[in-house]
Nanobody, 129 residues
Framework: QLRLVESGGGVVQPGGSLRLSCAAS????????IGWFRQAPGKEREGVSC????????MYADSVKGRFTISRDNANGTVYLQMNSLEPGDTAVYYC??????????????????????WGEGTLVTVSS
């Protein structure tokens, strides 16, 4: 079965940090550019960050720039999202996805069109005091 599995979500206080992981099952992760998305209750899904297949390029939405860092370990088939200086507005379900083409990274983080081959099931991040 081809799927992505996220982990690392939880409850954290404002100003805290979390690291999310996205692992591939049944396919080779390094074939794909990988994006992270989030969806808060009552809000539309938002593209947060994206990393190219070789990790040579990383992009971020303005809302997380300077606070979040995306990375990948192709040998272990895992992509990470390090989230620092978390704010209550970061509370959401976070999803990773394998993009249909690397060129979708830029529109993903800027609200444009993108296409996804595989979605993960999501992991909940709650930022609250």
């Amino acid at each position: 079965q081809l799927r992505l599995v996220e982990s690392g979500g939880g409850v954290v206080q404002p100003g805290g940090s979390l690291r999310l992981s996205c692992a591939a099952s049944g396919f080779t992760l390094d074939y794909y550019a990988i994006g992270w998305f989030r969806q808060a209750p009552g809000k539309e899904r938002e593209g947060v960050s994206c990393i190219s297949r070789s990790a040579g390029s990383a992009m971020y939405a303005d809302s997380v720039k300077g606070r979040f860092t995306i990375s990948r370990d192709n040998a272990n088939g895992t992509v990470y999202l390090q989230m620092n200086s978390l704010e209550p507005g970061d509370t959401a379900v976070y999803y990773c996805a394998a993009l249909n083409a690397p060129s979708y990274c830029k529109p993903l983080v800027s609200g444009g069109y993108y296409a996804v081959d595989f979605w993960g099931e999501g992991t909940l991040v709650t930022v609250s005091s």
